[in-house]
């Protein structure tokens, strides 16, 4: 099933009109609407109520919010509307975009570089997150490049950081400061010409 791109985008204007307030309102108003949607459908048994909480979780992935808020859900609208695993692998694709393991792909999600205040080099960091997620090492990593933004105890955000976390055989990638996921993907081919491949 395809959302509606004019309703997914209807949803994140809507939404826009919280610009002034935090992050956080914007995400609890979007569940909130999903949770209204998946009541009524409960109550009426409407099959369009379903297609709506599609295209909310749609929105709700492009605006940055976690898979984990809405993963149990997604799996019983998508029971609901009888589809499979292939239409669930639509959904996560939406959350967490694939990215091809090879350096040219890692480089670009890393972005621009401090050559002074860093976690490690570049091309250590690139070479670090390939061979990790190639070996499927298990665990959570922080890389880091830029000024110390914020601190609490051990937890720090740097102007540019990034967590890869590795577990069940599935590599995420996650930029901190722009709160963006993507997957990384082994052997996967990319268009780009230029590919580390």
């Not at 665990?139 to 000024?147: D, M, W």
């Amino acid at each position: 099933m395809e959302c509606s791109r004019v309703e997914i985008e209807g949803i994140k204007l809507a939404m826009a009109k919280f610009r002034q307030t935090d992050s956080q309102d914007k995400r609890d108003v979007l569940l909130e609407s999903i949770g209204w949607l998946k009541e009524r459908y409960e109550r009426l048994g409407e099959k369009e109520d379903l297609e709506r909480i599609l295209c909310h979780i749609c929105a709700y992935a492009e605006l940055g919010f976690p898979y984990e808020d809405v993963e149990g859900l997604l799996g019983q609208v998508l029971e609901y509307l009888n589809m499979g695993k292939e239409e669930k692998e639509k959904f996560r694709t939406i959350f967490f975009p694939k990215v091809p393991l090879n350096k040219t792909s890692i480089n670009r999600l890393l972005g621009r570089w401090s050559p002074t205040r860093q976690s490690m080099k570049i091309q250590d960091a690139v070479n670090d997150i390939i061979q990790k997620t190639a070996d499927n090492e298990e665990g959570e990593y922080v890389y880091h490049c830029g000024k110390i933004l914020a601190q609490d105890g051990e937890d720090t955000l740097w102007e540019h950081t990034f967590r890869l976390k590795i577990e069940n055989g599935e590599a995420i990638f996650h930029k901190v400061n722009e709160n963006e996921y993507y997957r990384l993907i082994k052997g996967e081919k990319t268009n780009d010409k230029n590919s580390g491949n």
